[in-house]
Nanobody
Framework: QVQVVESGGGLVQAGGSLRLSCAASGRTSSSGYMHWFRQAPGKDREFVAAIRWSTGTINYADSVKGRFTVSRDNAKKTVYLQMNSLQPEDTAVYYC???????????????????WGQGTQVTVSS
């Protein structure tokens, strides 16, 4: 199984930017895709973006298209989430998950062979 560690969260004003990192370790050869999810207080965990290690193919949730950018550094086994034009509704704990398949439903992570990191808190003030 692949272990992931998220970092880079913090407090930012609306309109600001943050860059999150997700470092993978373990059997990374089995993880074709790295995913970002987020969970706001009182809400379900939702899909944000996913990137394929081999090709760099990316999928974004509609809510973040044009504002968030996913990138990867294969040598460092690290994926980044650049978040621009942040809004208060982006406030959430952000998680990454490494999986052999691309998914958009958080409930499928464990059944697809993945596991969650501890998450990193992003707070956007108005």
């Amino acid at each position: 199984q692949v272990q992931v560690v998220e970092s880079g969260g913090g407090l930012v004003q609306a309109g600001g930017s943050l860059r999150l990192s997700c470092a993978a370790s373990g059997r990374t050869s089995s993880s074709g895709y790295m995913h970002w999810f987020r969970q706001a207080p009182g809400k379900d965990r939702e899909f944000v973006a996913a990137i394929r290690w081999s090709t760099g193919t990316i999928n974004y949730a509609d809510s973040v298209k044009g504002r968030f950018t996913v990138s990867r550094d294969n040598a460092k086994k690290t994926v980044y989430l650049q978040m621009n034009s942040l809004q208060p509704e982006d406030t959430a704990v952000y998680y990454c998950a490494a999986l052999p398949v691309a998914i958009t439903r958080a409930t499928m992570v464990t059944s697809s062979g993945g596991s969650w990191g501890q998450g990193t808190q992003v707070t956007v003030s108005s």
